[in-house]
């Protein structure tokens, strides 16, 4: 059973580790590399890369087409973490298609994930299969293919390089600078570290963004007292940005660090749309677990080595948030900060997201820099934002669990239409 918790995306990641002591040492070799300190320097590029994104929101209004916003996300949030962890980054950004066939090959092979659970093998084989012969097969897989290789030679560069300052400012330094074994510093692991990095911070960052984007422009929510909600939620945010001094070219993280309704928005978000959907798994090797029902007193005794599971969504949508958990209102967690216990869109404990720092940094800038911008439409001048053709069951909310959460097969996502 354990080797079922195994995240067979990347294989000799963190994430893949089920030894608790192996874990605790590959993650240390990692966790500077996440501070609040190295992130505060990620920040120019943050700016680079959400400037591009409002130049390219700017085309769309110019030219009257409706955008899928979330592809948006998911290149700012690549390129992002990609600079971030490498030094250089695949510019989706500045391409035409923002990197939409790399997109849709990841899709694919998160969608494989359930049959690499169930069958273990088969992903070593996926990874390793001769190029030509995934070219015939699966050519939809070549972008991801080739994105892999690059990780590899990425990493063979860095160790044979002649410059002893080749991984500085990059996620080798810290693992190869530790005092992991010899064993810790392959080519493969730390390529697999790699990709693991670049998954998380691409694809759940950009998808937990449309949840926002979609409840500040859409007509989605048809119920009066939602739209009130929304409408008050809106003008909150406005007046708290304003209040900041943020405006959509000069953006600086000091300016988002302290704005409660801010966090309250990103908090909501990643509630109704955690970057991972799939159940978290966990064992007590030694202790046996006791749970007491807390309305009816009973207690249940869970014996050492039991697997447990549990999806974040199935948690973020309990009755413990309200009446209204389906619904988008961040003013929940001003109003009730002990609602903060029962969060799990990172996880928890020693085996929580250690890119959750730079998620909720990246999400902060994304909603200052556009609705700092932008106003939702409702029939006046200016530049404003409105949902065009998306349904929130078909588009928004969770459909499928592929370890990330999925929409509505045919789905296009979040559309927008941008007027200047």
């Known amino acids: 059973m354990p080797t079922l918790t195994v995240n067979h995306t990347a294989p000799h990641s963190i994430v893949s ?3 608790h002591d192996l874990h605790r040492k590959r993650r240390g070799a990692l966790n500077h590399f996440f501070s609040v300190g190295s992130i505060r320097r990620l920040e120019p590029i943050m700016k680079t890369c959400f400037s591009k994104l409002l130049q390219r929101l700017e085309q769309a209004g110019e030219e009257q087409t409706p955008v899928q916003i979330h592809t948006f996300f998911k290149a700012c949030a690549s390129d992002i973490i990609t600079m971030y962890a490498f030094g250089e ?3 989706f950004m500045d391409q035409d298609d923002l990197g939409n066939k790399y ?4 899709d694919w092979f998160f969608r494989l994930t359930h049959v690499f659970a169930l069958a273990p093998g088969l992903v070593h084989h996926a990874q390793n299969v001769p190029k030509w012969l995934l070219r015939y097969l699966a050519p939809f897989l070549m972008p991801l293919r080739d994105r892999q290789e690059y990780w590899i030679e990425k990493v063979r560069r860095i160790r044979h390089s002649s410059n002893p300052e080749a991984a500085k400012g990059t996620i080798f330094e810290g693992i190869l ?3 992991l074994p010899t064993s810790e510093k392959s080519d493969l692991r730390l390529a697999s570290e790699a990709q693991l990095i670049v998954f998380a911070g691409e694809g759940t960052t950009g998808m937990s963004s449309v949840h926002f984007t979609s409840s500040y422009t859409g007509k989605q929510e048809r119920n009066t007292m939602a739209l009130a909600i929304l409408t008050t939620s809106s003008s909150l945010t406005y007046s708290e940005l304003a209040s900041a001094g943020v405006e959509p070219t000069s953006v600086a993280v000091t300016q988002l660090d302290n704005l409660p309704f801010l966090s309250a928005i990103i908090q909501e978000a990643i509630r109704l749309h955690p970057g991972v959907m799939a159940r978290q798994v966990r064992i007590s090797p030694d202790t046996a677990i006791v749970y007491v029902d807390s309305q009816s007193g009973k207690q249940y005794l869970v014996p050492p080595g039991t697997v447990t599971s549990m999806s974040s969504l199935d948690t973020h949508l309990h009755p413990v948030f ?7 209102r961040p003013q929940r967690w001003i109003d009730d900060p002990t609602l903060n216990r029962y969060f799990t869109g990172f996880s928890r404990g020693s085996r929580n997201c250690i890119g959750m720092t730079l998620a909720r940094r990246e999400m902060a800038m994304a909603i200052a820099v556009i609705f700092s911008r932008y106003d939702v439409y409702t029939g006046q001048k200016g530049p404003t934002l409105e949902v065009y053709e998306t349904d929130r069951t078909r588009d928004i909310d969770p459909n499928s669990d592929y370890i990330i959460p999925f929409p509505a097969k045919g789905s296009k996502g979040l559309q927008i239409r941008v007027r200047t």
């Open 177 to 179: 600078n530790s005092s």
């Open 103 to 106: 997109f849709g090959a990841t």
């Open 322 to 328: 309200g009446d209204d958990s389906h619904q988008f």
């Open 17 to 19: 580790t089920i030894d």
């Open 89 to 91: 980054c695949m510019d």
